[in-house]
């Protein structure tokens, strides 16, 4: 999997797994922070992430401009670095409750900025060391092991948020409860009919709470959450601190790729390195990527509702506690000891491995194997989380499918019958379409959130959580049959001199998925739980259909 390939990648690997670890920390809680500290509905804090995403998405862009005309790959990343890291220590300062938005929103614009800066342009930057011939046929494998790297990032980012999140509580003699947010909100403002529901909740945090000081409570407690939010946010200021390190201090391994066609064509050792195209077939590159960028826009627009829509379903309709076997898919110590524990199985019991190989395979096997049982004997009956873990599901798969499917695309490809990138971004749509089909099935017979008034829903009509896992695993398989390929096709079809500028157009094409995620947040509120999922799976379904309908069209652009 990692043989053959060139060093600069694991500088790139590293640096964006630091990145994305804050990114992610920040992303897992952000509607979360929202509605707690603003009292916003659904609706409203759907939007605002929506605009930032959107945002974050759409500067590459820029970034990618930036790049190609003036400053070059590595200077314009290490500057969006620096912007970034500005951004999320903005987002970190706390300020009193129901206060501070302007900070806030000022705080999403500079990371939007940042991100903009930074994210396309390290993937043209990786694309570059694969215009060597000797690396080119490792490039759709190259992308895919780029993305593990992000993907290792955020699975850290839910459990890092929810444990900062909860020892800011613990420290204030609090815990964290689902229901409380709504219910404080609503007492304040006057529109709490049963106000018991609150005091109830309020008492099992502290028993002395009355009627008398209820509001103080309220206010207390949204305060504290709002704080602990802010604390998690300063993850990320961290994480970006080790990416910088990683990036400027090696910089030697990836030298020979940061250069743009503008400066191939100002350097006399390296004019005769620049790709000249017809204005026909720069024409022909722009329009199959321009029509790929319609597709997956709708694959976004499904994929972050998990920050979304997909955080409301956990936190509202989902258990809030789980048994000890289940906590294994919760607590990521345990699960990447099972994780770790079954790769060396694989290894011990390789057919073709080496003595060595099986020896520290079957050493693996039982350190972590050991380490998962005691850790599984250390957990209580029953186990509560916060609604921000499941996000910890799909990095977690990626992480574990990757190998899978590069080893499952390495066997296609050498029987001849590999699919092409634009074919598995088409398979991808349609295994989206399938991940919220499940989410249809399981919302059959559950009250709307209008009927339950954007509250937690009873426990009757609380579902399992191997809904949403499901949700998840599909959707991740779906994930690395699209994106990395898509990235990867980006890379091979765009033309020279727009690089950087086609790699923004990928991301403008998420930007405009994650505009349209505030659509889907709007509706929370307005359909049937079943119909808000089912509006996805057929804007999925219709997307494969286009795709698949101008596959011959993007198959022969990409050939040549």
Same mark, same amino acid.
């Given at each position: 999997m990692f043989k053959g390939h060139p060093k600069g990648l694991y500088v790139a690997f590293f640096a964006n797994m630091g990145e994305r670890f804050g990114f992610y920390t920040m992303i897992s809680i952000f509607v979360l922070f929202l509605q707690a500290k603003y009292g916003m509905s659904p609706g409203q804090s759907s939007f605002i992430y929506a605009t930032f995403m959107f945002f974050v998405y759409f500067f590459p862009l820029l970034g990618g401009f930036l790049a190609d005309r003036f400053l070059g790959y590595g200077r314009t990343i290490s500057i969006g670095m620096v912007v970034m890291f500005a951004g999320y220590l903005l987002l970190a300062l706390p300020t009193?409750?129901?206060? &501070?938005? @302007? =900070?806030? !929103?000022? @705080?999403?614009?500079?990371?939007?900025?940042?991100? &903009? =800066?930074?994210?396309?342009?390290?993937?043209a930057l990786v694309g570059n060391l694969y215009d060597d011939p000797k690396y080119?046929?490792?490039?759709?494998?190259?992308?895919? /092991?780029?993305y593990m790297g992000i993907n290792i990032g955020a699975m850290f980012a839910p459990s890092a948020s929810e444990a900062i999140s909860n020892f800011i509580l613990k420290k204030n003699s609090f815990f964290y409860d689902a229901r409380i947010p709504a219910l404080?909100?609503?007492? =304040? *403002?006057?529109?709490?009919?049963?106000?018991?529901?609150?005091?109830?909740?309020?008492?099992?945090?502290?028993? *002395?709470?009355?009627?008398?000081?209820?509001?103080?409570?309220? $206010?207390?407690?949204? &305060?504290?959450?709002?704080?602990?939010?802010h604390f998690g946010f300063? @993850?990320?200021?961290?994480?970006? !601190? /080790?990416?910088?390190? !990683?990036?400027?201090?090696?910089?030697k391994y990836y030298k020979q790729a940061d250069v743009t066609e503008r400066q191939k064509e100002k350097s006399e050792e390296l004019k005769s390195q620049v790709v000249e195209l017809t204005a026909q077939e720069t024409k022909e590159r722009l329009v199959a990527l321009g029509l790929v960028f319609l597709v997956v826009i709708f694959f976004w627009m499904a994929f972050h509702q998990s920050a979304v829509t997909l955080t409301f379903f956990a936190r509202d309709y989902t258990v809030k506690e789980v048994g000890k076997l289940t906590n294994l898919w919760f607590d990521l110590g345990g699960l990447l000891c099972v994780f770790l524990s079954i790769i060396g199985l694989v290894f011990l019991l390789r057919k073709k491995g080496s003595k060595a190989s099986k020896i520290s395979g079957g050493l693996l096997f039982i350190v972590f194997a050991v380490l998962a049982y005691l850790r599984y004997q250390g957990y209580p009956a029953v186990s509560p989380f916060q609604p921000q873990r499941f996000q910890h599901f799909n990095p977690f798969f990626i992480v574990a499918l990757s190998p899978l499917i590069i080893a499952l695309f390495t066997y296609l490809n050498k029987i001849g019958k590999e699919p092409s990138a634009p074919r598995k971004i088409g398979i991808g749509m349609l295994l989206t379409a399938a991940a919220? *089909?499940? =989410?249809? /099935?399981?919302? %059959?017979?559950?009250? *709307?959130?209008? $009927?339950?008034?954007?509250?937690?829903?009873?426990? $009757?009509?609380?579902? #399992?959580?191997?809904w949403l896992i499901s949700t998840y695993f599909l959707l991740t398989i779906a994930e690395l049959f699209l994106s990395p390929m898509? %990235? #990867?096709?980006?890379?091979?079809?765009a033309p020279p001199k727009y690089k950087g500028l086609m790699q923004g157009g990928w991301f403008a094409a998420t930007a405009v998925g994650n505009y349209l995620v505030a659509v889907v947040g709007y509706?929370?509120?307005?359909?049937?739980?079943?119909?808000?999922w089912l509006i996805l799976v057929v804007a999925c379904l219709l997307s494969a259909a286009f795709m698949f309908s101008i596959m011959k069209r993007l198959e022969k652009v990409a050939a040549n």
């Open positions: 009193r409750f129901q206060t &501070g938005l @302007a =900070l806030v !929103i000022t @705080a999403l614009a500079v990371i939007s900025l940042g991100t &903009g =800066l930074f994210k396309g342009n390290l993937q080119s046929q490792l490039r759709d494998r190259a992308f895919t /092991i780029f404080a909100h609503d007492f =304040l *403002s006057g529109q709490l009919a049963d106000v018991n529901q609150l005091l109830g909740l309020a008492q099992m945090q502290d028993p *002395s709470i009355t009627l008398a000081n209820l509001g103080q409570f309220a $206010e207390t407690y949204l &305060g504290t959450l709002g704080r602990s939010y300063g @993850a990320a200021c961290i994480s970006l !601190i /080790i990416s910088m390190a !990683i990036f400027w201090g090696l910089r919220f *089909s499940i =989410l249809v /099935i399981a919302s %059959i017979g559950l009250p *709307s959130p209008s $009927e339950l008034g954007g509250r937690v829903a009873p426990p $009757e009509h609380l579902v #399992s959580v191997y898509g %990235i #990867s096709f980006v890379s091979r079809v509706l929370w509120m307005k359909v049937p739980l079943w119909g808000l």
